[in-house]
């Protein structure tokens, strides 16, 4: 047995040499495993010594960093071709792009007049400065790398692939960035409050939460203003007055991704149960009164036209019967009627919103309460057209009081 065993390990190392030597393609090949072979084995030790850096102050090889750049590079490009751009020099897109840059972008990327923070310049790569570097791309391959991040980079994919209309408004508010000085930054960002300062007046209605009242109401403000009306564009929905239950509601389907939002998500799973019932009973309180149905320009011409309200007025009152569309109002008013306290009043609520809404409801891509699937099987037969209507219709309807703190 171990003249048959010393007989084998001198027979290999021969055998194994006259392959590497001799002529013909069987040597040839013989000689390419054998070269590959011996990059494995070398890898292998390489790895096992623990001798390759993956120290984050180390940087990359200037062969390995322009390896991977060309590779994200061509990869995005190849992805991307023939991607329809939608427009994107809506002001209420512009500004729905901006909130959420403001506290899910900056920190790493900067901003007019805010430097990236010190632990994302010890990234390696380092993040880019959006503000100079995003000229770089075109629309298409900034959607696909805010929508699928970047393996390896810490680029995070959008939270809610399903809104990729949330993708767009970062798409238009970066296209923006490059223009924009730090005073008109900040009013994008932060509308009439600033990082620095709290906004609001004494937070009697947020005295069970369990963190500095003003801190939680200053984040919310920043989209839905300190009124609770959506900073005027249609790019965020009015809060004020609107049913405490259904905010609550809503806050915990965000929280549990039920709903879908990249940019509500976050922000509600961060929240108590003691803070979501605050902050629902104070937007209840709040009035909504103040501004006027404003919509983007896109909807500006049917909001004014007397025919789709009313063609809208008759599918919240009536329904589509032969459709089997219910009537709107029983569910969402304007009226006395008794509606389930988790089904959302919808009179003088943004046309624009509510036409996302529902084209959201009609693609799936919208969740909620366990009632949501009620509004998929509604919205499945609306027309774009009555989607409109229905809007316009809602836009100009006299908002409900306020209820009771």
């Given at each position: 047995?171990?003249?048959?065993?010393l007989?084998?390990?001198?027979?290999?190392?021969?055998?194994a040499?006259?392959?590497?030597?001799?002529?013909?393609?069987?040597?040839?090949?013989?000689?390419?495993?054998?070269?590959a072979?011996?990059?494995g084995?070398?890898?292998?030790?390489?790895?096992?010594?623990?001798?390759?850096?993956?120290?984050?102050?180390?940087?990359?090889?200037p062969?390995?960093?322009?390896?991977?750049?060309?590779?994200?590079?061509?990869?995005?490009?190849?992805?991307?071709?023939g991607?329809n751009v939608?427009?994107?020099?809506?002001?209420?897109?512009v500004?729905?792009?901006?909130?959420?840059?403001?506290?899910?972008?900056?920190?790493?990327h900067g901003?007019?007049?805010?430097p990236?923070?010190?632990?994302?310049?010890?990234?390696l790569?380092?993040?880019?400065?959006?503000?100079?570097?995003?000229?770089?791309?075109?629309?298409?391959?900034?959607f696909?790398?805010?929508?699928?991040?970047?393996?390896?980079t810490?680029?995070?994919?959008?939270?809610?692939?399903?809104?990729?209309?949330?993708?767009?408004?970062?798409?238009?508010?970066?296209?923006?960035?490059?223009?924009?000085?730090?005073?008109?930054?900040?009013?994008?960002?932060?509308?009439?409050?600033?990082?620095?300062?709290?906004?609001?007046?004494d937070?009697?209605?947020?005295?069970?939460?369990?963190?500095?009242?003003?801190?939680?109401?200053?984040?919310?403000?920043?989209?839905?203003?300190?009124?609770?009306?959506?900073?005027?564009?249609?790019?965020?929905?009015?809060l004020?007055?609107?049913?405490?239950?259904?905010?609550?509601a809503?806050?915990?389907?965000?929280?549990?991704?039920e709903?879908?939002?990249?940019?509500?998500?976050?922000?509600?799973?961060?929240?108590?149960?003691?803070?979501?019932?605050?902050?629902?009973?104070?937007?209840?309180?709040l009035?909504?009164?103040?501004?006027?149905?404003?919509?983007?320009?896109a909807?500006?011409?049917?909001?004014?036209?007397?025919?789709?309200?009313?063609?809208?007025r008759?599918?919240?009152?009536?329904?589509?019967?032969?459709?089997?569309?219910?009537a709107?109002?029983?569910?969402?008013?304007?009226?006395a009627?008794?509606?389930n306290?988790?089904?959302?009043?919808?009179?003088?609520?943004?046309?624009?919103?509510l036409?996302?809404?529902?084209?959201?409801?009609?693609?799936?891509?919208?969740?909620?309460?366990?009632y949501?699937?009620?509004?998929?099987?509604?919205?499945?037969?609306?027309?774009?057209?009555?989607?409109?209507?229905?809007?316009?219709?809602?836009?100009?309807?006299?908002?409900q009081?306020?209820?009771a703190p």
């Amino acid at each position: 047995m171990i003249r048959l065993l010393l007989g084998a390990l001198a027979y290999w190392p021969r055998r194994a040499w006259r392959c590497l030597t001799e002529d013909g393609w069987k040597a040839a090949v013989c000689r390419v495993l054998g070269i590959a072979v011996a990059f494995g084995i070398g890898g292998l030790l390489f790895i096992a010594l623990g001798l390759p850096s993956i120290a984050a102050n180390q940087p990359h090889w200037p062969v390995t960093r322009v390896f991977l750049e060309m590779v994200m590079t061509h990869t995005v490009r190849m992805r991307t071709l023939g991607k329809n751009v939608p427009p994107l020099d809506e002001p209420a897109l512009v500004l729905k792009g901006a909130g959420h840059y403001a506290t899910g972008c900056a920190p790493c990327h900067g901003a007019p007049g805010q430097p990236r923070s010190l632990i994302a310049r010890q990234m390696l790569p380092t993040p880019p400065l959006l503000e100079k570097d995003v000229q770089n791309l075109d629309p298409a391959a900034m959607f696909w790398i805010v929508k699928h991040g970047l393996k390896y980079t810490a680029m995070p994919a959008w939270p809610a692939p399903k809104r990729e209309d949330e993708v767009w408004a970062m798409v238009a508010f970066l296209k923006q960035l490059p223009e924009l000085d730090p005073v008109e930054y900040r009013r994008l960002a932060y509308g009439d409050a600033t990082p620095e300062a709290g906004i609001g007046r004494d937070g009697a209605f947020l005295s069970t939460l369990a963190m500095p009242p003003q801190t939680t109401l200053d984040n919310c403000a920043r989209c839905h203003g300190d009124d609770g009306l959506g900073r005027g564009t249609g790019a965020f929905p009015k809060l004020a007055g609107q049913r405490e239950a259904y905010l609550y509601a809503s806050l915990q389907a965000f929280a549990r991704g039920e709903r879908h939002s990249g940019v509500m998500q976050p922000i509600a799973a961060g929240l108590s149960d003691a803070q979501m019932r605050a902050l629902a009973r104070h937007y209840a309180s709040l009035a909504n009164t103040g501004i006027g149905p404003v919509v983007g320009a896109a909807k500006l011409r049917t909001v004014a036209d007397p025919a789709a309200i009313a063609r809208g007025r008759t599918i919240a009152t009536d329904g589509i019967g032969e459709r089997r569309i219910p009537a709107c109002r029983h569910c969402h008013g304007p009226g006395a009627v008794a509606r389930n306290s988790v089904y959302p009043d919808l009179a003088g609520q943004y046309a624009d919103y509510l036409a996302l809404q529902l084209e959201l409801f009609q693609q799936g891509h919208r969740g909620g309460t366990a009632y949501a699937p009620i509004m998929h099987i509604t919205a499945a037969t609306l027309s774009a057209d009555e989607i409109d209507a229905l809007a316009a219709y809602y836009a100009s309807a006299p908002s409900q009081p306020p209820a009771a703190p």
